[in-house]
């Protein structure tokens, strides 16, 4: 296992060198420079401020400026919010995306298992017409359409939650509903997927036959292959929802760390872009070896290969 995260990990020194050096020049050679945005800014001042960021060295001067930072392990300084690290954006504002992902992950875990296991348990009748519907129509509403619904019933018509801010613990709920219902009717049918295809091999009729309860044979035989398929899908899910709240944070007016990638490129902010980036990816290679090495575990037919 070692040796496999060892390999793993030395495969993303490329991935990352090569996202970071096509993040660098697709932000500098874009159309506009930092601080065209800035009316009341003087040429003296302009100047004075591209000396200060070093955008007035050649371009390959900066990309090596820009490579030693990040093997620092920092992403330099803003150039749109005054006297503020990347790095200190990060630390505050990614807290808040953390949290908003794992409250989507455990609702759409919950719901989608629930509903999946259920479906399966009695295909082609009404327990499996109706999660299996309300899952196709989770699947086909985006977030940008989810998110006002729930807070046209939730906030407006019931009085339940707040519309938008970050103020009280209840704030987290909508949002974490919005982020988390699309993957939800996922996993409800890559679950009852999985569930059908293992409560039809022999070893459950074997146990069936030998006097097993129904629910024995279920959350003790059935779901540890059942639901493989989840655990393969977990990596790019986690994933997505840690990096994919940017339209929930608009939405619901949070101060999650998607806003600011968000900004930073209509903002011409060149370091915010291209930290936040690497930040990601760092992050979503992470999150899918953690995923890989979950999915060999749970299944002895996988090897560390």
Not at 80 to 85: A, P, S, V
Not at 130 to 157: D, E, N, Q, R, Y
Not at 232 to 239: K, V, Y
Request: proline share 6%; net charge positive; hydrophobic share 50%.
């Amino acid at each position: 296992m070692f040796s496999y995260i060892a390999k793993r990990l030395l495969q993303s020194i490329p991935v990352l060198f090569i996202i970071a050096t096509l993040t660098f020049f697709m932000v500098r050679l874009a159309p506009g420079k930092p601080f065209d945005g800035e009316r009341n800014m003087s040429p003296e001042v302009r100047k004075q401020l591209m000396a200060y960021y070093g955008f007035d060295k050649p371009l390959w001067e900066q990309y090596v400026i820009h490579m030693k930072q990040l093997l620092k392990g920092d992403f330099g300084m803003s150039q749109k919010y005054t006297n503020r690290r990347v790095n200190d954006v990060i630390k505050e504002t990614f807290p808040v995306s953390c949290k908003i992902g794992l409250l989507a992950l455990a609702f759409a875990m919950v719901f989608g298992l629930i509903a999946g296991i259920i479906a399966s348990l009695r295909p082609n009748s009404m327990s499996d017409y109706v999660p299996m519907s309300l899952a196709m129509a989770g699947i086909c509403l985006p977030t940008f359409v989810l998110g006002p619904l729930l807070v046209l019933v939730f906030a407006i018509k019931l009085h339940w939650f707040n519309s938008s801010g970050w103020f009280v613990p209840g704030d987290c709920v909508l949002p974490a509903m919005t982020l988390g219902g699309f993957y939800a009717a996922y996993i409800a049918r890559l679950s009852r997927g999985g569930m059908l295809e293992i409560l039809g091999q022999d070893f459950i009729r074997t146990a069936r036959a030998k006097g097993a309860s129904p629910k024995r044979v279920i959350f003790k035989h059935a779901c540890k292959g059942g639901l493989l398929p989840i655990v393969s899908f977990l990596g790019p899910t986690i994933a997505g929802l840690l990096t994919g709240s940017f339209v929930v944070e608009k939405i619901f007016q949070l101060p999650g760390i998607g806003q600011f990638f968000v900004t930073s490129a209509t903002n011409r902010d060149c370091s915010m872009t291209e930290g936040l980036v690497i930040f990601f990816a760092v992050l979503i290679i992470g999150l899918n070896l953690l995923a890989d090495v979950i999915l060999v575990l749970l299944n002895p037919k996988l090897r560390f290969e």
